[in-house]
Each structure stands twice: as structure tokens, then as C-alpha cells.
């Protein structure tokens, strides 16, 4: 709704000429993800049939899809391979270290040893939820790496003052896409697709980073402030 709200601002009242093809990727990918997601649970299927309900499948077929569709050429083809390595690369590496983070954290004991004293502070700790899981998204720069870095923790100490464990990671992986928005990688995403198709109509700022950021950073700690009042208020505990 919000990106429906801003292209009507943006083209001042106008939604056409719409996207077409350009987002047949990317619906792809979400269509084809929640699909196999429920035939895998639908049929109860196991070993190498479960690949249908992994994301990993429909990013594949994805880029096939964009591939066919969006008209690249025969050299944008051949720099598709080497593109993908690189961003694997960039991606890949430090989620895996956030998850094997996470991983020792849990195995030592650690992360126990923390919820116990971190529950030292009762309910307020309810209200720093959102604001851990913010910083860790925002260290990160993604919810897979937010979660397997601090999730833990967050659940164990959650347990630890009697909120359940979905609760707590739902409050963690809410507050870690807050983060995310306003972290640099994200800005520097955002920046390099905006800048390109910015035009001297459009309303507002011209496209830079220290523009993105000073929008971003006051939408990211309201969002956070918000949902650590309704983690001190609305949080079950048992």
C-alpha cells in the first residue's frame, strides 16, 4: 500500500503506465515459494521432493524467468553467472558466520548463561526486545542473519521471564526488518536504483544517501519506539 501510495505521489495521481513483465520475476519467486510451501505440507512430501517448498527452487526459476522475459542479451547473459558468484559471495560468507555466531552461542551455553542474566531486569526487558532485534538487523543487514546472531538469546531470555518463544521471535524478526531499512547496505541498494530514475518533477529531495538516511532513521527508531510499547504492554506471559 505504501508503494501504491508513493507512485501516486510521484506521477501526481497517475498508476500507468504500471510495471508489467519487469515484476513477473519477483512474483514469480513469491508465488511459486508460498505454492510449493503448501503442496510440500499439503502431500506430505519428504527427501528430495520437499526442494518444491524451498525458496532456493524459485529464486531459480526466477532469474530463468527474468532471464526470458526482461530481453538480455547474449552478453548480459554470460555476466549473469559471475554477478550471482559475486553477490553469493558477499552474502553467503557473513550469514554463515552470523549463524555459526548463534550456533556457539546456544552449544556453549552462553546464550543461556545471558537470558539468565539479562532477565534480571523483568518486564523491561519486554520493551529492549524490539530494540536488540533492530540493532542486529541493522549489523546484519538482512532477518536470516538478525536471527541466527541474536535470536537465540532473544527467545532464551523471553522464556526466562515467561513469554513463548514465537512471541519473542516474532517482536525480534518484526523489529530486525526496522533495522534493515536503515542500514547502509540498504541505503547504498537503494540509492544506486533510485538515483538513475530520478527526474527533476519528481516532488521532494533529490535521491542521495545522507537524504535517504535522514527519511529513514526517524521511520526506523518511531517504529521501534512503537513496538517496544507494545512489547511491554502486549507480550503474553505465562
Same mark, same amino acid.
Given at each position: 500500500?505504501?508503494?501504491?501510495?508513493?507512485?501516486?505521489?510521484?506521477?501526481?495521481?497517475?498508476?500507468?503506465?504500471?510495471?508489467?513483465?519487469?515484476?513477473?520475476?519477483?512474483?514469480?519467486?513469491?508465488? $511459486?515459494?508460498?505454492?510449493?510451501?503448501? %503442496?510440500?505440507?499439503?502431500?506430505?512430501?519428504?527427501?528430495?521432493?520437499?526442494?518444491? !517448498?524451498?525458496?532456493?527452487?524459485?529464486?531459480?526459476?526466477?532469474? $530463468?524467468?527474468?532471464?526470458?522475459?526482461?530481453?538480455?542479451?547474449?552478453?548480459?547473459?554470460?555476466?549473469?553467472?559471475?554477478?550471482?558468484?559475486?553477490?553469493?559471495?558477499?552474502?553467503?560468507?557473513?550469514?554463515?558466520?552470523?549463524?555459526?555466531?548463534?550456533?556457539?552461542?546456544?552449544? !556453549?551455553?552462553?546464550?543461556?548463561?545471558?537470558? @539468565?542474566?539479562?532477565?534480571?531486569?523483568? #518486564?523491561?526487558?519486554?520493551?529492549?526486545?524490539?530494540?536488540?532485534?533492530?540493532?542486529?538487523?541493522? &549489523?546484519?543487514?538482512?532477518?536470516?542473519?538478525?536471527?541466527?546472531?541474536? @535470536? #537465540?538469546?532473544?527467545?532464551?531470555?523471553?522464556?526466562?521471564? @515467561?513469554?513463548?518463544?514465537?512471541?519473542?521471535?516474532?517482536?525480534?524478526?518484526?523489529?530486525?526488518?526496522? !533495522?534493515?531499512?536503515?542500514?547502509?547496505?540498504?541505503?547504498? %541498494?537503494?540509492?544506486?536504483?533510485?538515483?538513475?530514475?530520478?527526474?527533476?518533477?519528481? #516532488?521532494?529531495?533529490?535521491?542521495?544517501?545522507?537524504?535517504?538516511?535522514? &527519511?529513514?532513521?526517524?521511520?526506523?527508531?518511531? @517504529?521501534?519506539?512503537?513496538?517496544?510499547?507494545? $512489547?511491554?504492554?502486549?507480550?503474553?506471559?505465562?
Amino acid at each position: 500500500m505504501l508503494t501504491v501510495a508513493w507512485l501516486l505521489v510521484i506521477r501526481r495521481g497517475r498508476l500507468t503506465p504500471g510495471p508489467g513483465r519487469d515484476v513477473v520475476p519477483y512474483v514469480t519467486l513469491m508465488a $511459486g515459494t508460498v505454492l510449493g510451501t503448501t %503442496v510440500e505440507d499439503a502431500l506430505g512430501l519428504t527427501g528430495v521432493l520437499s526442494v518444491v !517448498g524451498t525458496p532456493a527452487l524459485w529464486s531459480f526459476v526466477a532469474v $530463468g524467468a527474468g532471464v526470458a522475459l526482461l530481453g538480455l542479451g547474449p552478453h548480459a547473459r554470460r555476466t549473469v553467472p559471475g554477478e550471482a558468484a559475486r553477490l553469493w559471495v558477499g552474502t553467503a560468507i557473513p550469514n554463515a558466520l552470523y549463524v555459526a555466531f548463534g550456533l556457539t552461542l546456544s552449544a !556453549g551455553g552462553v546464550s543461556q548463561a545471558l537470558a @539468565g542474566a539479562l532477565s534480571g531486569m523483568g #518486564p523491561a526487558y519486554l520493551a529492549a526486545i524490539p530494540v536488540i532485534g533492530a540493532f542486529s538487523g541493522f &549489523v546484519t543487514a538482512s532477518n536470516t542473519g538478525a536471527m541466527a546472531l541474536m @535470536g #537465540p538469546l532473544q527467545m532464551d531470555t523471553g522464556a526466562a521471564l @515467561g513469554v513463548p518463544p514465537t512471541w519473542t521471535n516474532g517482536l525480534h524478526n518484526a523489529a530486525a526488518g526496522w !533495522g534493515i531499512i536503515a542500514g547502509p547496505a540498504r541505503i547504498q %541498494v537503494a540509492h544506486a536504483m533510485a538515483v538513475g530514475a530520478q527526474t527533476p518533477e519528481m #516532488p521532494g529531495w533529490a535521491v542521495s544517501r545522507r537524504a535517504l538516511l535522514a &527519511v529513514l532513521l526517524p521511520a526506523m527508531v518511531v @517504529g521501534i519506539a512503537l513496538m517496544s510499547l507494545l $512489547g511491554l504492554a502486549v507480550l503474553p506471559r505465562v
